[in-house]
C-alpha cells in the first residue's frame, strides 16, 4: 500500500489507460470506477489501509497499463516502472487470496495482468496466467446468461458480467489466433443481442462501445472454431475451395453488418475520424486488423487437397498491415506497445513477403506485388524505428530483410 501512497503521478497514468486501453478493451464501467478511485483517495491513510485488496490490484495494473503508453527518460525506466507497478498488482491479488475468492475485480485485474504480459513480450508467461483467469470466470458464472443466474441481479450488474465476460472470451480468442494453441473459452449461453445499448463518447460519431463490443463478440466467435480449433490442431481451415469460398463469404457478411463507422476504412476516412474521435478510431483499426487477419488466414491456408489463393491473401494481408501502418501515424508510439496488433502485422508482412519472394514470372508490375513490395519496406522501416532498444524489432528487420 506505501508503495501506491509513492506513485508518480497516479492521476495521469489512470487517464492514460483511458486514453490508450479503455477504447479497445472496455469493461470498466468508469464512472463507477472513478468514484471508488477518488473515494480511495479521499480516505485517511488508516482507512485505506483496510480498502479491499482487489481495487489496490486493479488500480495498481492501471497504473502499470498507462506507464507502456506513456514517455519517459529512458524505455529501461518505463519498463522497470510498468513492471514494478504489475508486481504490486499481482501482490494485491494474493493479498485478496485471489485464487479461493474470485469476483468482477479480480478478473478484471487479471484480464489486464494477461495483455500488460503480452505487451512485455511475456507471451508465454500470459498464457499460462491466462489458463487460470478462465478457470476463475467460470467458476464465478460469467460464461453463464445473468438472466438465469442472477435473475434478481441489477441491469446493471448484469450488463458488466457480459461486458467481462467478452473481455476473458475475446483475449482467449484472438491470443489463439496468433500463437496458434486451443481456445479455451468455449462454453457459454450468454448472448450477444443482450448486451444493452449504452451513450458514450463515440455515440456522436456513429458508433459505441457496445456497439464495438458486439461487432469483436460476432468476429470472435466465428474465428474461433473456424480457424483458432483447426489451427491448434494441425488441421485445414477448408478442405475445399468451395468451402473456402462459404466460410470468406461468412466473415463478409459479418463485416458487412457491422456499424458503418467500423467499415470505413481509408487512410482519409481514418485520419479523418480520429480528429473526430480518437476513441472509436482506435476502434475501428482493431477491429479492421483482426478481421482482415482472419481473412488472410483463410485464404493462406494450403494442404493437399487445396493451393493458397495467392491474390487474396496479399489482398487480405495488405489491409490488415495497412491499418497497423495507420495506427503508427495517427497514434504514434502506441502500435509499437501493442503485442497483438504488432504481431500480427508481423506475421502478416511475413506471409507477403514470402509470396512475393515465390510469385509467378512476368509479374513484377502487377500491383497487387508491387503494393507487396511496399508493405515489406514500411513494415521493415517501422521496426527499425525501434530496434535499438528493442531486441524483438532487431530480429524481426533481420528476418524481413532476407526477402528483400
Known amino acids: 500500500m506505501s508503495n501506491l501512497f509513492k506513485a508518480e503521478h497516479p492521476f495521469s497514468l489512470i487517464a492514460k489507460y483511458f486514453d490508450a486501453v479503455d477504447p479497445v478493451y472496455p469493461m470498466l464501467h468508469r464512472e463507477s470506477f472513478e ?3 477518488h473515494h480511495f483517495w479521499s480516505m485517511s491513510p488508516q482507512e485505506r489501509i483496510a480498502t479491499d485488496a482487489s481495487l489496490i490490484a486493479l488500480i495498481f495494473v492501471m497504473l502499470a497499463m498507462g506507464t ?28 485478496f487470496s485471489y485464487l479461493g475468492r474470485p469476483s468482477i475485480g479480480s478478473i478484471q485485474t487479471m484480464v489486464l ?20 483467469l478462465q478457470r476463475q470466470a467460470y467458476a464465478i458464472g460469467l460464461n453463464r446468461d445473468p438472466s438465469i443466474v442472477k435473475p434478481d441481479a441489477h441491469p446493471s450488474e448484469m450488463q458488466q458480467r457480459r461486458k467481462v465476460w467478452q473481455a476473458v472470451f475475446m483475449q482467449d480468442t484472438f491470443l489463439s489466433v496468433i500463437i496458434k494453441l486451443t481456445p479455451t473459452v468455449t462454453h457459454t449461453d450468454v448472448r450477444i443481442e443482450d448486451l444493452a445499448e449504452t451513450e458514450d463518447a463515440s455515440s456522436a460519431h456513429g458508433g459505441s462501445d457496445t456497439s464495438f463490443i458486439r461487432s469483436m463478440w460476432s468476429l470472435a466467435s466465428v474465428a474461433q472454431g473456424t480457424i483458432c480449433t483447426p489451427r491448434s490442431l494441425d488441421r485445414e481451415i ?6 473456402r469460398t462459404r466460410l470468406v463469404s ?15 476504412f481509408n ?3 481514418i485520419c479523418d ?4 474521435s480518437r476513441r472509436l478510431a482506435r476502434q475501428t483499426l482493431f477491429l479492421t486488423s483482426n ?3 482472419c481473412l488472410m488466414l483463410i485464404y493462406a491456408d494450403e494442404h493437399e487437397s487445396m493451393a493458397c489463393d495467392i491474390r487474396g491473401t496479399l489482398e487480405a494481408a495488405h489491409e490488415a498491415v495497412n491499418s497497423f501502418f495507420l495506427f503508427h501515424t495517427i497514434f504514434d508510439g502506441e502500435a509499437g506497445v501493442w503485442f497483438h496488433f504488432q504481431h500480427r502485422a508481423f506475421s502478416e508482412a511475413l506471409i507477403i513477403a514470402e509470396l512475393v519472394k515465390n510469385k509467378p514470372p512476368g509479374s513484377n508490375m502487377d500491383p497487387v506485388y508491387l503494393s507487396a513490395k511496399t508493405d515489406i519496406l514500411k513494415m521493415v522501416g517501422i521496426l527499425q524505428l525501434n530496434g535499438e532498444h528493442d531486441v524483438v524489432a532487431r530480429t524481426r528487420v533481420d528476418v524481413l530483410k532476407r526477402y528483400l
Open 267 to 269: 487512410e482519409r476516412a
Open 291 to 293: 478481421y482482415y487477419h
Open 238 to 243: 477448408s478442405r475445399t475451395p468451395a468451402e
Open 273 to 276: 475520424l480520429a480528429r473526430r
Open 35 to 37: 468514484s471508488e478511485y
Open 68 to 95: 507502456q503508453f506513456v514517455d519517459l527518460p529512458s524505455l529501461e525506466e518505463r519498463e522497470q516502472t510498468a513492471e514494478f507497478y504489475v508486481s504490486a498488482s499481482h501482490q494485491a491479488l494474493r493479498l
Open 250 to 264: 461468412h466473415f463478409q457478411r459479418i463485416y458487412n453488418s457491422l456499424p458503418p463507422a467500423f467499415r470505413t
Open 113 to 132: 495482468i494477461t495483455y500488460f504480459l503480452m505487451n512485455d513480450n511475456h507471451a508465454s508467461d500470459a498464457w499460462a496466467f491466462a489458463g487460470i
